[in-house]
């Protein structure tokens, strides 16, 4: 069965350090990936996603994630977090057989200091 | 703004009292998937309608009952609760997945649910 990994449970940085939250996912065929966000209080967004094309993606706020084939990861990043990027951040692939099923991981609370 | 609106947003229940939650959506989305959510960890697929077809995954309890009357609305039974069923609830929809970056979710804020 295909799951998604994230590597940490808790991250807690400073303002201006640089984040990068792992997470590899186990299916060896063509996948749709995604990072979404859920800020304190609110539903979960989608902050980026991966389909095809440069496996270096960007998306809102900053955030990019790269996404290697070889490794089966799709990691997240930001060079310089921000006190409003504390959030609950999850990683999420597409299943195929349609219907956008999505299996996520367990997600990576991130804690940023001022 | 167009959105998916999940109520209640908080629900206290009692061991074996059913319970109810309702989402509904005003993006005219095809697909609507209800998804379970424990403390720390995955959200977990319980079911999802495309339009009326009906797709239950093969680990969802018999518990978990679900209704589409219409496009606009989807509800979540739960016949019986258990301890084991506190969990935030979250409904989510999407388009077509045959049209161009259907791959996208929307979700609902959530239902959390506290069986006592």
Known sequence: AQSVSQHNHHVILSEAASLELGCNYSYGGTVNLFWYVQYPGQHLQLLLKYFSGDPLVKGIKGFEAEFIKSKFSFNLRKPSVQWSDTAEYFCAVNAPGGYNKLIFGAGTRLAVHP | ?116
């Open chain 2, 1 to 116: 703004d167009a959105m998916v609106i999940q109520n209640p947003r908080y629900q206290v229940t009692q061991f074996g009292k059913p319970v109810t939650l309702s989402c509904s959506q005003t993006l005219n989305h095809n697909v609507m998937y209800w998804y379970q959510q424990k403390s720390s960890q995955a959200q977990k697929l319980l079911f999802h309608y495309y339009d009326k077809d009906f797709n239950n995954e093969a680990d969802t309890p018999d518990n978990f009952q679900s209704r589409r009357p219409n496009t606009s609305f989807c509800f979540l039974d739960i016949r019986s609760p258990g301890l084991g069923d506190t969990a935030m609830y979250l409904c989510a929809t999407s388009r077509d997945p045959r049209e161009t970056g259907a791959n996208v979710l929307t979700f609902g804020a959530g239902s959390r649910l506290t069986v006592l």
